[in-house]
């Protein structure tokens, strides 16, 4: 110990270079762990933030800084920590020296590495309002530098890896031919097989289709409290807000995201949703949460009107169940069930799809998607008790009508089809 007092000063310049290099890296886990809506907040944040939202907007930039910067502290601590250990091996001091190399090496990787992204990753915004404009003022100051880096940085590519060549975009008829591919030659299982096929579908199934309809959701208006719920979750998962003055709706909260739901102002926690017309795929609405980092989507008609929600967790459900039902999710009911010889009950929210898949029949023309739609589309009207009608190869039966148009109906095959192989 008394020989490390002799190098006082270099110790003291070490220690100053561990706060430099912890700066850096923390300011680096705070920034770049931010998803979409967190970046948000911070644009709209102190001063400090607002730097740090700008920093990003420019992450090769930032990124470059960072990294140069940390290069630099990291390179003159261990070269003073050499030196020390070099000076303390000529004085005698072997051992010492020994374990001053290993302390000087592992205080540099808990307390300038671990210690501090950690912290930063759990307090980003406290982080961010401390290091934003000192931050600011580093990448600054290499703006001059960083054209010659890039430069570097392009050369170094060109001459290790020459024909490097970016992997292009996945696109649907590459997953189809996986799928083509895995049945022929059993190179899948069947399971993964499934998912392929269920990713293919996204972009031909309709947002009307998956969506959870107006009907069925509970919605509210700010400001809202756990009193409001009534003891009830949304089945959804969401609570889903309305404009204060209509019927709208704007935003979402995540309940089952909450560490803790608070008693009073719910709409405090809540998220804006993105708007998806009726007639865009799924796998369209999926790529706008993903670019917007929503988990919710409000499906308008053509008026503008909001006709249902497509969530995040219901086209995870569609591509990982193995038979998904909108049916099954909403009303916790088999969406076909055989009751008899040549008779099923279906709800009126089944979807044609389904019974064309499940049936192994051509699908007629029409607009609707649903037995419902059809059923009404056929008969020109609401659908009464004891109504029938047939639909191609379906011949429909209305069971039970409600004066919103929900139906429960029993379906067979006409006979005709029936009679067929």
């Not at 030659?185 to 996204?202: F, T, W």
Request: proline share 7%.
């Amino acid at each position: 110990m008394h020989a490390l007092l002799d190098h006082a000063p270099w110790l003291i310049a070490m220690t100053v270079l561990i706060v430099g290099s912890a700066f850096f890296s923390s300011s680096e886990a705070a920034l770049f762990s931010l998803t979409g809506p967190r970046r948000r907040r911070l644009a709209t944040g102190n001063r400090a933030q607002r730097l740090g939202a700008r920093l990003l907007e420019e992450p090769d930039r930032l990124l470059s800084a960072v990294l140069f910067w940390n290069l630099v502290v990291n390179v003159a601590y261990f070269t003073m920590a050499s030196i020390v250990a070099i000076q303390l091996e000529r004085e005698g001091h072997t051992a010492e020296a020994a374990a001053f190399a290993v302390g000087s090496l592992l205080t540099i990787i808990v307390l300038s590495e671990m210690l501090p992204k950690l912290l930063a990753v759990l307090q980003p915004f406290g982080l961010i309002t401390l290091v934003g404009v000192p931050l600011a003022a580093f990448v600054r100051v290499l703006d001059p530098v960083l054209p010659a880096l890039r430069v570097a940085n392009l050369l170094s590519r060109r001459l290790l890896w020459p024909r490097f060549r970016p992997e292009p975009y996945l696109r649907v008829h590459d997953l189809e031919r996986a799928v083509r591919l895995s049945i022929r030659d059993a190179a899948l299982v069947e399971q993964e097989q499934k998912v392929l096929e269920s990713i293919v579908l996204l972009s031909e199934l309709r947002a009307d289709e998956l969506m959870r309809p107006r009907i069925r959701l509970m919605t509210f208006r700010p400001p809202v409290s756990v009193a409001d719920l009534a003891g009830r979750l949304p089945p959804s998962g969401y609570l889903l807000l309305t404009e204060p003055e209509g019927d709208e709706l704007t935003a979402a909260v995540a309940l089952g995201r909450l560490s803790s739901v608070p008693g009073e102002h719910l709409e405090r926690y809540a998220e804006p949703v993105v708007y998806v017309p009726w007639s865009t795929s799924v796998a369209q609405a999926l790529e706008v949460m993903r670019r917007e980092d929503r988990q919710v989507a409000a499906v308008v008609n053509e008026f503008g009107e909001t006709i249902g929600i497509l969530t995040f967790e219901d086209i995870l459900e569609t591509l990982f169940t193995p038979s998904p039902s909108r049916t099954e999710r909403l009303f916790k009911r088999q969406p076909l069930k055989q009751v008899g010889s040549n008779r099923w009950q279906v709800s009126g929210m089944a979807s044609i799809r389904r019974l064309v898949r499940h049936f192994r029949v051509p699908r007629p023309e029409s607009k609707s998607v649903t037995v419902a739609g059809v059923i009404q589309e056929t008969l020109e009207r609401f659908p009464e008790p004891g109504d029938e009608c047939r639909w191609g190869p379906f011949e429909f039966r209305v069971i039970e009508a409600s004066e919103r148009g929900q139906l429960l109906v029993e379906l067979s095959l006409a006979a005709d089809e029936e009679d067929q192989p």
